[in-house]
């Protein structure tokens, strides 16, 4: 069983839709959690930083960490075309600065 | 630039062949990170260098695989007698180092390697 699991979708919505993403994980020393968006052909870029569990929000990106159920979310509001891309979580322990454990990540269509 | 270089863009390699990949971070990056993205499988965590101190190799899979930072600047990436299975896009990374709790990790686009 993998670390961190993610539905690698696709995942097909139109315009202006609210889109969830989200990771289950196993491990419950993760404390930093994170979101990478990856266009085509680029290499990934931080979207969403989360320490612990609760909530952040920025723009019309939220993210969402249970670490109860150890569960996390990006909810995506009023979806558009550019926000086609794979959105990859990220989690890691508190003693290891460097190693990043990635879901499978999860490609994102936005139709227009 | 200002961002992570990686070379080669693209390699094409016959099996059994040995593959060097170059990264050089970002100006003022302690940290230093490769990792492996097969399809659908995403991003495996191969090494870590950290300033001075002794690499993490704990996800190099064979060892055909090895890694060298000179100077706390430019990393090679090598693998020997390469196999299909090492087909891949292979990602550098940099960030501020320990001590940088946000995690963020800057990403070069990486090295896509084919192997016939």
Known sequence: QKEVEQDPGPLSVPEGAIVSLNCTYSNSAFQYFMWYRQYSRKG??????????????DGRFTAQVDKSSKYISLFIRDSQPSDSATYLCAMRRPSNTGKLIFGQGTTLQVKP | GAGVSQSPSNKVTEKGKDVELRCDPISGHTALYWYRQSLGQGLEFLIYFQGN???DKSGLPSDRFSAERTGGSVSTLTIQRTQQEDSAVYLCASSLGAG???????????SRLTVL
Do not use: H, I, R, V
């Not at chain 1, 990934?44 to 929000?57: A, D, F, I, Q, R």
């Not at chain 2, 709790?101 to 990403?107: M, P, S, V």
């Open chain 2, 53 to 55: 101190s002794a690499p």
């Open chain 2, 100 to 110: 940088s709790d946000t995690g963020e990790l800057f990403f070069g686009e990486g």
């Open chain 1, 44 to 57: 990934p870029e931080l979207l969403m930083y989360t320490y612990s569990s609760g909530n952040k929000e």
